[in-house]
């Protein structure tokens, strides 16, 4: 017996069939023509279900919409549920053949018995709390998509259930979906003025119950090297290996704040590459700290390395371009806590347990927030992201799109009795 079919549900099994994957070494926005496939249908579906003020901006791929306020909640804050629908580069996106496992029953999960490909439970525990449901996966040589077609789908079920329910309290509803989010441009071109909210929500978290209003100040960070080639035969005195000194300036680095030995709200400098030869070489950072001293500290610091080895090896030897990418929105959700406890409260009612914790990382919330609209995070239901074991739950899938009715019909009923205390 098969399970039922959620609109939820329907929808993520469409949209993960679009590769989307997004290209960091585009200078294109999109990156990918094929994030502008999935805004089409999404705008296509949008007209379907009736929502209104659709735009969709075909030169940067950014699609809104608004679900109409209920009658007497026309003064209720308007709020923004947001996803992005590129998915990351890191495994290909091409060809996903989702396959649904029904009530899983523990241990290990074979994705591909041709490839041997298997999600062992030994590797991946978190799969012994899904026990009894059902999960969505691959056959192990792509991506999933839920990074962030699960958002996707379940705004989507969401719009569709407020289409079907005029009679349901709620505010002004709107409605974003971004590109390039997984190479960090996601809100590159968001119009804010146009998009009009109030306040928002990313969908674009984790496990069910996953609330997030802290990620990292980030920045990236380019390291050129330039040495001298000589024949080796002859280079006492004369060479300058540029490889080596590139190494040498890894090594100034704090060994401790590597990515692979921090948690938490521990900061890191990341390596995320290095090339080159004994004439030039080159190498891409990523500096994060939750802190805004503790990351200026490490650009200051990853700044003073560059300064030592060139008073060693001579002015110029070693360059860097550092750029910073976000800052922290707590700096910012700080003064809005009410999104947080609305979230918290939503849960708590739903039989969610809410799971506050720091994103090592950002999402377009993070830059959004700055940009003037408040914007914390909230789950999906998926796991493993980016990676050929990503999967999610079908449950919990459903129970984020009930959380969503649910944070708007919070705002709606809110200003309703508002309303009602100024009428009296």
Excluded: W
């Amino acid at each position: 017996m098969g399970i039922t079919m959620t609109q939820t549900i329907e929808n993520f099994l469409r949209y993960v069939k679009i590769d989307t994957g997004s290209m960091e070494t585009s200078e294109n926005t999109p990156s990918t023509a094929g994030q502008h496939k999935l805004a089409e249908l999404l705008v296509k579906e949008l007209i379907q279900l009736g929502a209104e003020e659709i735009t969709y901006d075909r030169q940067h791929c950014y699609v809104y919409a608004t679900i109409p306020a209920a009658p007497g909640c026309s003064k209720a804050p308007v709020l923004g549920f947001i996803a992005h629908m590129d998915t990351s580069p890191a495994v290909t996106g091409a060809e996903v053949r989702p396959r649904i496992v029904e009530c899983y029953e523990g241990g290990d999960l074979l994705l591909n018995q041709a490839e041997g490909i298997v999600m062992r439970r030994e590797e991946f525990p978190e799969l012994t709390s899904y026990i009894g449901k059902d999960l969505i996966v691959t056959d192990g040589t792509t991506l999933l998509g839920a990074d962030d077609k699960a958002g996707i789908a379940e705004i989507m079920a969401m719009a569709a259930y407020f289409a079907e329910h005029k009679e349901i309290m709620h505010g002004k509803i709107r409605i974003g979906f971004t590109p390039d989010e997984e190479i960090g441009r996601g809100a590159d071109y968001f119009d804010i003025k146009t998009f009009g909210a109030d306040f928002a929500y990313t969908v674009d978290g984790g496990a069910l119950g996953e609330l997030e209003y802290e990620n990292f100040n980030a920045a990236g960070a380019r390291l050129l090297v330039h040495g001298r080639n000589v024949h080796p035969g002859s280079a006492k005195g004369k060479m300058k290996n540029a490889l080596l000194i590139a190494q040498e300036f890894h090594s100034l680095l704090p060994a401790e704040q590597n990515p692979m030995y921090t948690e938490g709200y521990e900061g890191f400098f990341h390596l995320d590459s290095m090339n080159g030869c004994v004439e030039e070489a080159g190498a891409v950072y990523i500096i994060r700290d939750h802190s805004r001293e503790l990351f200026e500290q490490k650009k200051e610091c990853f700044l003073e390395c560059a300064k030592f080895l060139n008073k060693k090896y001579g002015e110029g030897t070693v360059t860097v371009d550092m750029r910073d990418s976000y800052y922290n929105m707590r700096e910012v959700i700080e003064k809005h806590m009410h999104l947080i406890e609305n979230a918290k409260q939503a849960m708590e009612e739903l039989g969610i347990k809410s799971l506050v914790s720091p994103i090592r990382g950002g999402t377009d919330g993070a830059r959004l927030s700055f940009m003037g609209l408040p914007c914390p995070n909230i789950c999906t239901g998926g796991e493993n992201y980016h990676s050929r074991y990503e999967y999610v739950c079908v449950q919990s899938m459903e129970k984020v799109t009930q959380l969503l009715i649910l944070l708007a019909e919070r705002y709606g009923i809110q200003d309703a009795v508002n309303n009602d205390k100024r009428n009296k």
